[in-house]
């Protein structure tokens, strides 16, 4: 099993990203607060990770090729799902699924009578899947102060309103994101069918569709495995999306470019994440490059390497941390450990290119 693993960096200058149900020290009845961790005294502003997977699917949405093969969503009162057919469409493999359809004869008669559903996969049992790729939680690499802005709903020309403004009032900060990142290349495109949480992929419709459609058959696995080169027309645009990343709470008042600022990945034999360490932050809460955990980490874990130790980093962004980064990647190149160094979107398009190439066959082996 090959994964995909690191980290990247989001440069929020003064934004609001993801924002909180109810604001914790607010001032005001309507005030709109950001989602936060306390640590003591100290305050760290996050991203949660179904934010950021909602603005990946998002802008996959926007590929035509990703959006012909999105599967539909159900609803049965309070209970959504998906069509969760991984064969058909790319987002029930990569993001997983969980269909328990309702037993109660309202949920039956709900199905029944939405015609949506007519070219819904039958399902005879409930399935899950866990998702091929996964995300931490973006947090603030350093504690930081919240702002309160105070506005009022006001206009003015011939339509404005009467009487005092409606003050209003919201939190925001300036902070650089972490978050961590992993996607399991092996199980991308691998269906199972064994009856375990999280592995019931597949049930007897289904798996009469991957025998209709002649995926290899992996018993000893209890598995179906998609052709190379459909894994690998699934898998490339998830990477390629994530360099064109948009979304985010505020943008109308704290407009923010959420594409990486920064990403360190490898490919690896395990699903470990050895250069997680490798950007803290300084004294000052600014970004910081541990260049002695990057040659440590690189030379610990380098047996387990199937891949170039990808960089991306935007020159403009803390440039005398990319110089570092660039200084201890050519001293281990030295070493014979292969390292790419580029803007963020070029390194991801190489990767998706990589995995198609000879140099990529290992990891979906």
């Not at 902070?175 to 199980?187: H, I, P």
Request: glycine content about 8%; some cysteine; charged content about 25%.
């Amino acid at each position: 099993m090959a994964f995909l693993s690191g980290f990247l960096l989001i440069d929020a200058p003064a934004s609001a990203l993801n924002n909180a149900k109810d604001a914790q020290d607010a001032q005001y009845d309507n005030e709109v607060g950001v989602k936060l961790i306390r640590v003591g005294r100290e305050t760290y502003p996050y991203v949660s990770a179904q934010a950021f997977r909602y603005w990946l699917r998002d802008t996959l949405s926007q590929n035509p090729d990703w959006l012909a093969h999105t599967a539909p969503v159900f609803r049965e009162a309070k209970v959504a799902y998906t069509d969760a057919n991984p064969l058909l469409y790319w987002d029930d493999d990569l993001f997983g699924y969980m269909r328990a359809e309702g037993k109660k004869s309202s949920a039956k008669d709900s199905r029944t009578g939405d015609a949506g559903r007519a070219n819904a996969t039958e399902t005879v049992q409930s399935i899950t899947r866990t998702s091929p790729f996964r995300v931490g939680t973006l947090v603030c690499l350093a504690p930081t102060s919240i702002v309160k802005d105070f506005g009022t709903m006001s206009r003015t020309g011939p339509n404005m309103q009467e009487g005092d403004p409606v003050p209003h009032s919201h939190q925001f900060y300036r902070a650089v994101f972490k978050g961590q990142l992993s996607l399991d290349l092996g199980r991308a495109g691998l269906f199972t069918y064994t009856s375990k949480a999280g592995n019931q992929n597949l049930d007897e419709v289904r798996r009469g569709q991957a025998e209709a459609q002649g995926l290899e058959h992996l018993p000893e696995q209890k598995a179906y495995r998609l052709s190379r080169e459909e894994r690998v027309r699934r898998i490339a645009p998830l990477i390629r999306g994530l360099a064109e990343l948009r979304g985010g709470a505020k943008q109308a008042l704290h407009y923010t470019d959420v594409t990486p600022a920064a990403v360190l990945l490898v490919v690896t034999k395990g699903g470990n994440n050895p250069l997680q360490y490798v950007v803290g932050a300084s004294e000052q809460g600014q970004p910081r490059v541990n260049v002695d955990a990057l040659k440590e980490a690189v030379r610990a874990w380098r047996d387990t390497f199937l891949s170039p130790v990808y960089v991306g980093w935007t020159a403009g962004f803390h440039d005398a941390e990319r110089e570092k980064l660039r200084a201890a990647l050519e001293e281990l190149r030295a070493e014979g450990v292969e390292s790419v160094l580029e803007h963020p979107r070029t390194v991801l398009g190489r990767i998706a290119d990589d995995l198609g190439g000879d140099a990529g066959a290992p990891w979906l082996d």
